[in-house]
């Protein structure tokens, strides 16, 4: 049976999400939203070669009330998400959220507790979200190797994101916190929902360093100048005694990988290089400096490479499976939950110069 899916945004991303579908077997686009009619008409011409009709709307909530689709992936400015899932989830059919879920924690919680009001309406209804960078192949090998205990227990996870600057998007909406939630939620989210899926554990503390030091200093939009910072170093604290570390540049495009992640443990190191596609592997006692195991991580599973190594070709397989009953819910809404809540402590701490706690902001939630 062909799961019919409904784009609601058709910005860079959502064309993604289309080209993804279209790799597919037994998945079809068959309608859109946009309410910018540029953004719109790309979305018509992706959709062109599926040789099925489309149909297109400004405003999502028509393409809800046509009911022709069993399944939507928003893909709508972070500051939306919410209203839009107002929206979506009344309808009963199946979500895939981008990142981030929300741009508030606030926000986030409210859209839990909507699901679990509508959970009975529609038991079988699947909301996922979108943070597909645990589904690249080098990120899920070093993730299933380091759960397997290839480290032994692991202590120290780094990640390092060395990039361009953030992309131009219809009415600049990214260049302004208000609208994305800081760029320590809308970019690092992925990060800080890898960091909680290799340890196994959500987080106790953020301290945070950061700031716009280079990138859009000179823009201005309808008299407010742009306040997304570019560079920031983040360390994160857990139960368990292990920490994580973010390191993120979005001046560093001149670079060799974009992203780097190490695992250690007390029996060895892992690393994952993007987008070298790369796992380096070093045991203690068996490995030196400069003498690990190192091999290309294999991608013949990926119909369709896209922007993201493959991830969200991963990630709708997932998806799909979700719906269809297959399978698990793979990254739920606790998970999208976390990733803003550390990337919000992140910035509470930059501004109030201190280690922020996240119980702070999640209350019982928070593990001692």
């Known amino acids: 049976m062909t799961l019919r899916y409904g784009i609601i945004g058709t910005g860079m991303m959502g064309i993604e999400h289309i080209e993804n579908i279209k790799a597919i077997p037994d998945a079809s686009v068959v309608a859109i939203s946009d309410p910018d009619e540029g953004s719109l008409q790309t979305g018509r011409d992706a959709c062109a070669g599926q040789n099925i009709e489309v149909a297109a709307f400004e405003d999502h909530r028509d393409l809800l009330a046509e009911g022709s689709v069993d399944a939507v992936v928003i893909v709508s400015p972070n500051h939306t998400h919410r209203a839009v899932l107002d929206d979506v989830l009344v309808s009963g059919v199946h979500v895939l959220i981008e990142k981030p879920l929300c741009t508030t924690i606030e926000d986030c919680l409210e859209v839990e507790r909507r699901i679990a009001d509508t959970a009975s309406t529609f038991p079988d209804r699947v909301v996922q979200v979108g943070l597909e960078y ?19 227990k692991p202590r120290m996870v780094a990640i390092r994101e ?6 131009t998007k219809v009415g600049d909406w990214n260049r302004f916190s208000q609208n994305t939630g800081g760029t320590l939620v809308e970019k690092c989210c992925h990060f800080f929902d890898l960091m909680n899926l290799i340890l196994e554990e959500k987080p106790v503390q953020v301290m945070a360093s950061g700031a716009q030091d280079v990138n ?106 979700a719906a269809r009953g297959e399978g698990p819910v793979a990254v739920s809404i606790e998970d999208g939950l976390w990733s803003v809540a550390m990337g919000v402590a992140a910035h509470r701490s930059i501004e109030e110069g201190r280690p922020v706690a996240l119980a702070e902001l999640l209350g019982d939630r928070v593990s001692s």
Do not use: W
């Open 134 to 152: 645990r589904y690249m192949p080098p990120v899920a090998e070093l993730v299933g190797e380091v759960h397997a205990g290839a480290v032994g």
């Open 216 to 321: 859009h200093l000179d823009e201005i939009y309808d008299g407010q100048r742009s306040d997304i910072l570019d560079n920031a170093y983040v360390i994160v604290d857990y139960p368990s005694g292990a920490r994580a570390m973010l390191d993120l540049c979005m001046f560093a495009e001149a670079t060799h990988n974009q992203e780097e992640l190490s695992v250690v443990g007390d029996r060895g190191k892992i690393e994952a290089l993007i987008p070298e596609g790369v796992l380096r592997r070093g045991r203690r006692g068996e490995h030196e400096i400069g003498r690990v195991e190192q091999a290309v991580v294999d991608t013949s599973h990926v119909a369709y490479d896209g922007l993201h190594h493959g991830s969200s070709y991963l990630e709708h397989l997932d998806f799909l499976a």
């Open 162 to 167: 060395h990039r361009f600057p953030f992309l």
